[in-house]
Structures are given as C-alpha cells and as structure tokens.
C-alpha cells in the first residue's frame, strides 16, 4: 500500500515558468510533509517542509501548499531554472522519526 | 564538516556473499536511517537508529543487520546476499527531533548477481 504517492513519473518545463509537483497521501495520521530534490548520483537535499497546521509554507522561488482534506500537497517552483533540473521527492510523517516517502517526479526545466 | 559520508561507493557481490555497508556523520545527529532506493521507486526505510545503542526497523528490514555503537557510525550489514538486494542504498542524519530534515549521503549502489 503506497501511503504517498507521485503520480507524474515526470514534468516538463520551459525556463521562467512554473513547475507544479503534485503528491498525494493516504494517511490521515500524517502531519509532517518534506519534499526533497535529488540529483543523478547524489543524495537527496532538502528543499522545503510544511506542518499540518499550515496550508502555505513559501521559500524563495519554493512554495508548499497543503490541502489536507483532499490529502494533496504541491510544490510550486516559481521562475523554474534549468538547474532545477532533478528529481523531486515528497515524503511524509505522522509525529514519528520515521519518514514515507513518495516515488518522486522527474523535473526537466528547457532552456 | 564532511556531513554523511558512505563507502563505498560501488560494490558487486555474488549470491550468498556477504558485506557491510559503512555510514559515518559528524554532525552530532542522534537519529540516522539506512534507506533503499530501487529503479522508479522510492525511498524505503530499512533500518534506523534514535541514538547509540538503540535501533529499529523499518519498512524492508529483512536481509539485512544494523548496529550503532558510537553517535558517528551506523553501518549496514547484508549477510547472505540475494539478487533482491541490488538497489541504492543511502544513509541519512537528522538532529533535534522528528521535525527535523535528514541529511543524505552521497549512496552506494550495490549489484548482487
């Protein structure tokens, strides 16, 4: 049972757009959500988090949104830079150290 | 500071070999966690640890032995390796709490055939 979910394997994007990132979730225990940007033989890096008690969580050109009765989350990356080039992963926690994570979403920003 | 690092880098086992897997950080983290990604998939939980001497597991822990002696290491042991096994594998820190975001290593792809 998937708990989280990414449901575009990948996204493409032209430079100075927006890139939306989607991510979907089954557990209403979830609390928690980070989303993580990873590049081809690198770790993940964290990118941006948001509490269940918010509905926005914004950080530069990355912004968060959180609509926890439709169990969806986003994130936004506004202008989308080639460098944004990567994979994206979102992941979920219910107030525990452990952490579900989704199957990611491959971003390609063209130039 | 070095963050997580793991060795090494690559690795190819044949069935039935076994090895360890080593993760140190130096960032004074009490929580580490050995994760596994395999291709188009997520990350999954294997193993983690909330300070030295304490472990539990995770998602996928079968196949696989943790230890946590000292705050800096967390290796990973595979002991009678199978083909199911071949993945990433990346370790990761965090400090402070559960809120707190995981530093990744840099992984270790592992081939067992």
């Known amino acids: 049972d998937q708990q989280v979910k990414q449901n575009s394997p990948s996204l493409s994007v032209q430079e100075g757009r927006i890139s939306i990132l989607n991510c979907d979730y089954t557990?209403?225990?979830?609390?928690?959500f980070l989303w993580y940007k990873k590049y081809p033989a690198e770790g993940p890096t964290f990118l941006i988090s948001?509490?269940?008690?918010?509905d926005k969580n914004e950080d530069g050109r990355f912004t968060v949104f959180l609509n926890k009765s439709a169990k969806h989350l986003s994130l936004h990356i506004v202008p989308s830079q080639p460098g944004d080039s990567a994979v994206y992963f979102c992941?979920?926690?219910?107030?525990?150290?452990?952490?579900?994570f989704g199957t990611g979403t491959r971003l390609k920003v063209l130039a | 500071n070095a963050g997580v690092t793991q060795t090494p880098k690559f690795r190819i086992l044949k069935i039935g070999q076994s090895m360890t897997l080593q993760c140190t950080q130096d960032m004074n983290h009490n929580y580490m966690y050995w994760y596994r990604q395999d291709p188009g998939m997520g990350l999954k939980l294997i193993y983690y640890s909330v300070g030295a001497g304490i472990t539990d597991k995770g998602e996928v822990p079968n196949g696989y032995n943790v230890s946590r002696s000292t705050t800096e290491d967390f290796p990973l042991r595979l002991e009678l390796a199978a083909p199911s096994q071949t993945s990433v594998y990346f370790c990761?820190?965090?400090?402070?709490?559960?809120?707190?975001?995981?530093?990744f290593g840099p992984g270790t792809r592992l081939t067992v055939l």
């Open positions: 948001i509490s269940s008690i918010k």
């Open positions: 557990n209403s225990m979830f609390d928690y």
């Open positions: 990761a820190s965090s400090g402070g709490g559960a809120r707190n975001e995981q530093f």
């Open positions: 992941a979920a926690s219910a107030s525990t150290y452990k952490y579900i």
